[in-house]
Protein backbone atom coordinates (compact mmCIF):
# COMPACT_ATOMS: atom_id res chain seq x y z
CA UNK A 1 0.00 0.00 0.00
CA UNK A 2 1.16 3.77 -0.94
CA UNK A 3 0.48 6.33 1.33
CA UNK A 4 1.45 9.93 0.10
CA UNK A 5 2.43 12.50 2.52
CA UNK A 6 1.53 15.89 1.59
CA UNK A 7 4.35 17.92 4.25
CA UNK A 8 4.29 21.79 4.15
CA UNK A 9 5.38 24.38 6.70
CA UNK A 10 6.28 28.23 6.92
CA UNK A 11 3.00 29.51 5.56
CA UNK A 12 3.42 32.69 7.90
CA UNK A 13 -0.02 33.33 7.28
CA UNK A 14 -0.84 37.35 8.47
CA UNK A 15 2.54 38.11 6.78
CA UNK A 16 2.73 40.75 4.10
CA UNK A 17 5.58 38.21 2.44
CA UNK A 18 3.67 35.42 3.57
CA UNK A 19 0.33 32.80 2.11
CA UNK A 20 -2.52 34.85 1.20
CA UNK A 21 -5.88 33.65 -1.46
CA UNK A 22 -5.28 36.31 -4.22
CA UNK A 23 -8.45 38.08 -3.24
CA UNK A 24 -6.53 39.50 -0.29
CA UNK A 25 -9.03 39.59 2.91
CA UNK A 26 -11.32 42.35 4.17
CA UNK A 27 -9.78 44.38 7.19
CA UNK A 28 -12.46 45.56 9.96
CA UNK A 29 -12.22 48.43 9.35
CA UNK A 30 -13.78 48.58 6.45
CA UNK A 31 -10.29 48.34 3.90
CA UNK A 32 -8.99 45.90 2.31
CA UNK A 33 -5.36 44.15 2.24
CA UNK A 34 -4.26 43.26 -1.24
CA UNK A 35 -1.32 40.64 -2.10
CA UNK A 36 1.36 42.06 -3.56
CA UNK A 37 3.18 40.39 -6.62
CA UNK A 38 5.18 38.32 -4.67
CA UNK A 39 2.40 37.00 -2.51
CA UNK A 40 0.15 35.75 -6.07
CA UNK A 41 3.32 33.87 -6.89
CA UNK A 42 3.52 32.23 -3.59
CA UNK A 43 -0.03 31.52 -4.20
CA UNK A 44 0.51 29.49 -7.50
CA UNK A 45 3.20 27.26 -6.22
CA UNK A 46 0.88 26.43 -2.99
CA UNK A 47 -1.86 25.21 -5.21
CA UNK A 48 0.19 23.71 -7.51
CA UNK A 49 2.17 21.74 -5.17
CA UNK A 50 -0.58 20.51 -3.66
CA UNK A 51 -2.30 19.77 -7.04
CA UNK A 52 1.00 17.48 -7.84
CA UNK A 53 0.09 15.89 -4.53
CA UNK A 54 -3.69 15.11 -5.89
CA UNK A 55 -2.12 14.02 -8.92
CA UNK A 56 0.25 11.18 -7.18
CA UNK A 57 -2.95 9.90 -4.79
CA UNK A 58 -4.91 9.38 -7.80
CA UNK A 59 -1.85 7.87 -9.51
CA UNK A 60 -0.92 5.36 -6.98
CA UNK A 61 -4.95 5.14 -5.54
CA UNK A 62 -3.40 6.01 -2.17
CA UNK A 63 -4.45 8.04 0.70
CA UNK A 64 -3.28 11.55 2.08
CA UNK A 65 -1.57 12.29 5.01
CA UNK A 66 -0.86 16.07 5.75
CA UNK A 67 1.89 17.15 8.01
CA UNK A 68 2.09 21.06 8.20
CA UNK A 69 5.26 21.75 10.01
CA UNK A 70 5.21 24.48 11.70
CA UNK A 71 4.95 28.63 11.45
CA UNK A 72 1.57 28.30 9.77
CA UNK A 73 0.74 32.23 10.96
CA UNK A 74 2.84 35.08 11.60
CA UNK A 75 3.07 37.20 15.34
CA UNK A 76 3.39 40.12 15.85
CA UNK A 77 7.06 39.91 16.62
CA UNK A 78 10.20 41.97 16.50
CA UNK A 79 8.17 45.05 16.03
CA UNK A 80 7.99 43.80 12.21
CA UNK A 81 5.73 46.38 10.15
CA UNK A 82 4.96 43.43 7.88
CA UNK A 83 2.06 42.10 9.06
CA UNK A 84 -1.35 42.64 7.34
CA UNK A 85 -3.70 43.65 10.93
CA UNK A 86 -3.48 42.96 14.66
CA UNK A 87 -6.66 42.15 14.46
CA UNK A 88 -7.47 38.19 14.41
CA UNK A 89 -10.47 38.27 12.38
CA UNK A 90 -8.42 39.20 8.85
CA UNK A 91 -5.89 36.54 10.66
CA UNK A 92 -8.13 33.80 10.67
CA UNK A 93 -9.81 34.23 7.19
CA UNK A 94 -6.43 34.02 5.50
CA UNK A 95 -5.56 30.89 7.78
CA UNK A 96 -9.16 29.89 6.62
CA UNK A 97 -8.53 30.14 2.98
CA UNK A 98 -4.53 29.30 3.19
CA UNK A 99 -5.97 25.51 4.81
CA UNK A 100 -8.84 25.00 2.14
CA UNK A 101 -6.01 23.84 0.14
CA UNK A 102 -5.27 20.95 1.64
CA UNK A 103 -8.25 20.38 3.27
CA UNK A 104 -9.38 19.51 -0.54
CA UNK A 105 -7.69 16.88 -0.46
CA UNK A 106 -9.51 15.27 2.34
CA UNK A 107 -6.75 13.72 4.00
CA UNK A 108 -7.37 10.72 5.57
CA UNK A 109 -4.93 11.72 8.95
CA UNK A 110 -3.54 15.64 9.52
CA UNK A 111 -0.73 16.03 11.61
CA UNK A 112 -0.33 19.97 12.64
CA UNK A 113 3.15 20.61 14.41
CA UNK A 114 4.45 23.51 16.63
CA UNK A 115 6.74 26.18 15.54
CA UNK A 116 8.54 29.03 16.31
CA UNK A 117 7.19 30.46 19.76
CA UNK A 118 7.86 34.52 18.15
CA UNK A 119 5.26 33.04 15.15
CA UNK A 120 2.88 31.48 16.37
CA UNK A 121 2.80 32.65 20.21
CA UNK A 122 3.71 30.81 23.13
CA UNK A 123 3.41 27.34 23.48
CA UNK A 124 2.00 28.19 19.93
CA UNK A 125 -1.18 28.57 21.00
CA UNK A 126 -2.23 29.80 17.52
CA UNK A 127 -1.58 26.16 16.23
CA UNK A 128 -2.75 24.72 19.02
CA UNK A 129 -6.14 26.77 18.61
CA UNK A 130 -6.47 26.07 14.92
CA UNK A 131 -5.35 22.28 15.30
CA UNK A 132 -8.72 22.36 17.46
CA UNK A 133 -10.81 24.25 15.79
CA UNK A 134 -10.32 21.83 12.20
CA UNK A 135 -10.80 18.56 14.73
CA UNK A 136 -14.24 19.48 14.90
CA UNK A 137 -14.48 18.61 10.97
CA UNK A 138 -11.56 16.81 9.98
CA UNK A 139 -9.02 13.97 11.34
CA UNK A 140 -6.48 16.02 13.49
CA UNK A 141 -4.29 13.13 15.41
CA UNK A 142 -3.76 13.96 19.20
CA UNK A 143 -0.75 13.84 20.49
CA UNK A 144 -0.77 11.05 22.73
CA UNK A 145 1.27 11.72 25.90
CA UNK A 146 -0.54 15.26 26.29
CA UNK A 147 -3.64 15.27 24.58
CA UNK A 148 -3.03 18.46 22.74
CA UNK A 149 -4.30 18.68 18.68
CA UNK A 150 -0.45 19.73 17.95
CA UNK A 151 2.86 18.44 18.04
CA UNK A 152 6.88 19.59 19.10
CA UNK A 153 8.35 16.68 17.47
CA UNK A 154 5.97 13.85 15.16
CA UNK A 155 7.91 10.49 15.42
CA UNK A 156 5.71 7.46 13.33
CA UNK A 157 5.92 4.74 11.29
CA UNK A 158 4.60 4.91 7.82
CA UNK A 159 4.36 1.23 5.95
CA UNK A 160 7.54 0.77 7.04
CA UNK A 161 8.99 3.95 6.99
CA UNK A 162 10.12 5.83 10.04
CA UNK A 163 9.73 9.20 9.97
CA UNK A 164 11.00 12.02 11.95
CA UNK A 165 9.62 15.64 11.97
CA UNK A 166 10.57 18.59 14.19
CA UNK A 167 9.92 22.60 12.67
CA UNK A 168 13.71 23.56 13.93
CA UNK A 169 16.75 22.41 12.38
CA UNK A 170 20.51 23.30 11.00
CA UNK A 171 20.21 26.29 8.34
CA UNK A 172 23.49 26.83 5.98
CA UNK A 173 22.58 30.22 4.41
CA UNK A 174 25.87 30.43 1.95
CA UNK A 175 25.69 28.06 -0.96
CA UNK A 176 29.12 26.55 -0.16
CA UNK A 177 27.37 25.76 3.49
CA UNK A 178 23.93 24.20 2.68
CA UNK A 179 25.26 20.76 1.98
CA UNK A 180 27.14 21.15 5.46
CA UNK A 181 24.17 22.36 7.69
CA UNK A 182 22.23 19.11 6.39
CA UNK A 183 24.99 16.77 6.86
CA UNK A 184 25.62 18.23 10.10
CA UNK A 185 21.56 17.53 11.05
CA UNK A 186 22.33 14.12 9.56
CA UNK A 187 24.67 13.53 12.22
CA UNK A 188 23.77 14.97 14.80
CA UNK A 189 20.21 13.17 14.19
CA UNK A 190 22.14 9.58 13.91
CA UNK A 191 24.64 9.80 17.21
CA UNK A 192 21.54 11.69 19.73
CA UNK A 193 19.62 8.27 18.60
CA UNK A 194 22.29 5.87 18.81
CA UNK A 195 23.18 7.22 21.96
CA UNK A 196 19.76 6.61 23.62
CA UNK A 197 19.37 3.26 21.85
CA UNK A 198 16.27 4.81 20.07
CA UNK A 199 15.47 3.63 16.47
CA UNK A 200 16.85 5.74 13.71
CA UNK A 201 14.86 7.49 10.94
CA UNK A 202 14.68 6.43 7.55
CA UNK A 203 13.27 10.57 6.87
CA UNK A 204 14.30 13.23 8.93
CA UNK A 205 12.08 16.55 8.18
CA UNK A 206 13.39 20.15 9.36
CA UNK A 207 11.47 22.79 7.96
CA UNK A 208 12.86 25.68 10.23
CA UNK A 209 15.86 25.84 7.96
CA UNK A 210 14.92 24.12 5.64
CA UNK A 211 16.58 20.98 5.61
CA UNK A 212 16.03 17.54 5.23
CA UNK A 213 18.08 14.61 6.27
CA UNK A 214 17.33 11.04 5.04
CA UNK A 215 19.51 7.65 5.79
CA UNK A 216 17.90 6.10 2.77
CA UNK A 217 15.66 7.81 -0.08
CA UNK A 218 11.69 7.36 -0.09
CA UNK A 219 10.45 6.59 -3.21
CA UNK A 220 8.34 8.88 -5.61
CA UNK A 221 9.85 12.46 -5.05
CA UNK A 222 7.58 14.63 -7.04
CA UNK A 223 8.09 18.14 -5.33
CA UNK A 224 8.98 19.46 -1.98
CA UNK A 225 5.49 18.79 -0.82
CA UNK A 226 5.05 15.03 -1.39
CA UNK A 227 6.82 12.04 -0.24
CA UNK A 228 5.24 8.70 -1.53
CA UNK A 229 6.06 6.17 0.45
CA UNK A 230 6.17 2.60 -0.25
Same mark, same amino acid.
Given at each position: ??? +? ?10 ? %??? =? ?24 ? !? ?25 ? =? ?39 ? +??? %? ?7 ? *???? *??? @? ?37 ? $? ?13 ? !? ?19 ? *?? $?? *? =???? @? ?14
Amino acid at each position: MAV +ILGIASDEHCRS %TIG =LIHPLGVPLSDGGHYTPSKGQHWLWT !AWVRGWDMVADLAEKHNAPVWWINNGD =LVDGDHHNTPQIVSRDSVPEREIVRRVLDVPLGLNPERTFI +IRG %TESHVGPNA *SSEE *SIA @RALSDSYPVEVEPETGNFSWWHLMMEVEGVFVDVLHHGR $AGYRPWTQQNATNLL !AAQITMERVANGERLPDLAIR *SG $AG *S =LACR @RSARGLETMMSWLVR
